[in-house]
């Protein structure tokens, strides 16, 4: 039976831990071949593994800094050169330092927008003269509702994701007439390592009724997988168990 994803090459940051690792295997499931990226390289190594058991076409790892030029360049020219084209960019990478905007240092500040935002720019300025070369691709960004709605605490994470919404509403209007379908999937709280020790913790996120990795990959999936006459601009996602107040 032929996968919905054979063939392609998607490329996903942060693919080291929760969501972006998730994602690795949605896609690995459907035949994709993969590029993944994330600073710890045993994790990455570990996830390739896996990815090639769950089906993926074939894997390369890029281990680096999202936030350096360098990588993003390089995991481009990886999925060029191993399979021939780069048909998806995940762009995932992403950290919260959730303080009160009067604990806010500017490092966390440079922290947070090098990594939320200045990578989904780098990835994305690297991937897109391909795709504009192939007359096709999908690029999403993992923003959050963080994205949609300011909350109390994030201050600065909100604005970084945010600015990811932004990113990609204006690149669907410029790619979109080239074939490349842009798009947001935003989510509320998920049970990963995200913030833990920078405002959440293990026990917090345990009993929390928090979405889990792979329900946000089945979203990634469903944007990757849609027909080339439809796509997807935007997915909210949040946990049946939210409290409304
Ligand atoms: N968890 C949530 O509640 C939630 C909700 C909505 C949206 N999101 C968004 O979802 C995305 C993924 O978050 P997650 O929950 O899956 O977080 P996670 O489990 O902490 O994973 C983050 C990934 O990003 C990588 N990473 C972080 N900084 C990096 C850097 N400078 N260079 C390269 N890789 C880096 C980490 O790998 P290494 O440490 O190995 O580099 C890891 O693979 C983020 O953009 C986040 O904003 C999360």
Not at 28 to 33: H, L, T, V, W, Y
Not at 197 to 215: C, H, Y
Request: with cysteine; proline share 2%.
């Amino acid at each position: 039976m032929s996968k919905k994803l054979s063939g392609k090459t998607a490329l996903i940051t942060g693919a080291s831990a929760g969501i972006g690792w998730a994602s690795a295997l949605a896609l690995a499931e459907e035949g994709a071949n993969l590029v993944l990226t994330g600073r710890r390289d045993e994790r990455l190594q570990e996830l390739r593994k896996l990815a090639e058991e769950a089906g993926a076409g074939g894997v390369a790892t890029v281990a680096g800094d999202a936030q350096q030029e360098q990588i993003a360049k390089s995991c481009v020219d990886t999925a060029i050169a191993q399979y021939g084209a780069l048909d998806i960019l995940i762009n995932n990478v992403g950290i919260g330092i959730y303080k009160d905007l009067i604990e806010t240092s500017l490092q966390d500040y440079d922290d947070m927008v090098d990594s939320n935002v200045k990578s989904t720019f780098l990835f994305t300025r690297h991937a897109v003269p391909h795709m504009i070369d192939q007359k096709a691709g999908t690029i999403l960004m993992i923003s959050s509702m963080a994205g949609l709605y300011g909350f109390a605490g994030e201050a600065v994470y909100c604005a970084t994701k945010f600015a990811q919404v932004g990113f990609a509403q204006a690149l669907d209007r410029e790619l979109r007439p080239i074939g490349i379908k842009v798009g947001v999937i935003c989510p509320g709280g998920v049970k990963t390592e995200f913030a833990l020790g920078t405002g959440r913790t293990t026990e917090g996120v345990a009993a929390s009724g928090m979405l889990e990795p792979g329900d946000v990959a089945q979203a990634v999936l469903l944007a990757c997988t849609q027909s080339a006459s439809s796509r997807i601009i935007e997915i909210q996602m949040r946990t049946m168990n939210e409290s409304l107040a």
